[in-house]
């Protein structure tokens, strides 16, 4: 197909080989090279890509110019590292979540990618995910009311990290949603955990987001526990609204309850009233997320749009990362952002 988007990528192991199927699966895109320090991994992408180059140096990539992007799904601890020298290039930039770990090496990336007038995508997910859209705009048209609070539970028995903590690991998800749902940053972050099989790398962390205008959010983020749930509930003044993503198909029930308020009452117990109605399904478009968020980057470097999860987005959800570090560092004292 004429006018591929050229694409090369670095990094396909766990989660980068599935970034690696759907970009050599879409039409617009071609991939010359793929790269991964792992020996084995790149023997089986070999086999799997005809007509890709797979390899286990990246100075192969460094040595060519026959692209227009390249797609970062290494170790966090590289990521700008990798960003940075691509960007330099004059490449269009897509790196996994957290964007880094440093914020102000977020800062020069963003600065450095509008400088040159690149891409820079940071892969936040759930924002091009259906069941995540659906909510956001039920909370746009105050279809819930006005939002109180959310909180959200990430957990399941591994995989557990080395370097990185649970923090760092799964609430980037949770963090990137509940800055779209709210619409805002928070101005005070608390956090605390325990490192039970690591000596300090924390297995379980539990964040709470404070908001200026008195909204709040829970993320309970862990590798250690006998479930697999990947939930985030939204609770507003007409009704509440819960995401499962483990449902295979019903991923929302969206709940018409909520406490009234009436005129008429001789005492305070009257004065509130529990309201409980309906309870909703929404139909959503059966899409993978992953497919979506790929596209949207293709979209974005042939339309020269700016992304949805652009490095400003990315350097949100670095910033409430670093916030709930120091809180954890200390024992959960409340930082300020």
Known sequence: ????????????????????????????????????ADEKVMKKIAAEYPGMEATTDVKKIYERDDYDAVVIATQPEIHF??????????????????????????????KLAKKQRRVLMVGHILEYHPAFEKVKQMID???????????????????????????????????????MFMNQEPVRVVSTGQSFI???????????????????????????????????????????????????TEKIRIYDKGVNFTGNYTAYGEYLTLRVGDILIPNIKN????????????????????????????????????AAQESLKQGGVPVNL
């Open 141 to 179: 048209s105050k279809e819930l009311g006005e939002v109180y609070y959310v909180y959200t539970s990430r957990v399941n028995l591994g995989v557990i990290r080395k370097t990185e903590n649970s923090l760092w690991s799964f609430a980037p998800h949770d963090i990137s949603i509940i800055l």
């Open 287 to 322: 899409a993978e997320p992953l497919k979506l968020e790929c596209q949207h980057f293709i979209d974005c470097i042939v339309n020269n749009k700016t992304p949805r999860s652009d490095g400003d987005d990315g350097l949100r959800v670095v910033r409430v990362l670093n």
């Open 198 to 248: 690591q000596p300090g790398i924390e297995d379980v962390v539990f964040t709470t987001l404070h908001f200026a205008d008195g909204k709040m959010a829970h993320i309970h983020v862990s590798w250690l526990d006998p479930h697999k749930i990947r939930k985030v509930t939204v609770v507003g003044s007409q009704k509440m609204a819960v995401i499962d993503d483990m449902e295979s």
């Open 1 to 36: 197909m004429e006018n591929q988007i050229r694409l090369v990528q670095i990094g396909v192991g766990n989660w980068g080989k599935n970034l690696l199927r759907n970009f050599y699966n879409n039409p617009n895109v071609k991939i010359p090279i793929a790269c991964d």
């Open 81 to 110: 590292e990798l960003a940075q020298e691509f960007l330099q290039r004059g490449k269009h930039v897509f790196v996994e979540k957290p964007m880094v770990l440093d914020l102000a090496h977020g800062e020069e990336l963003n």
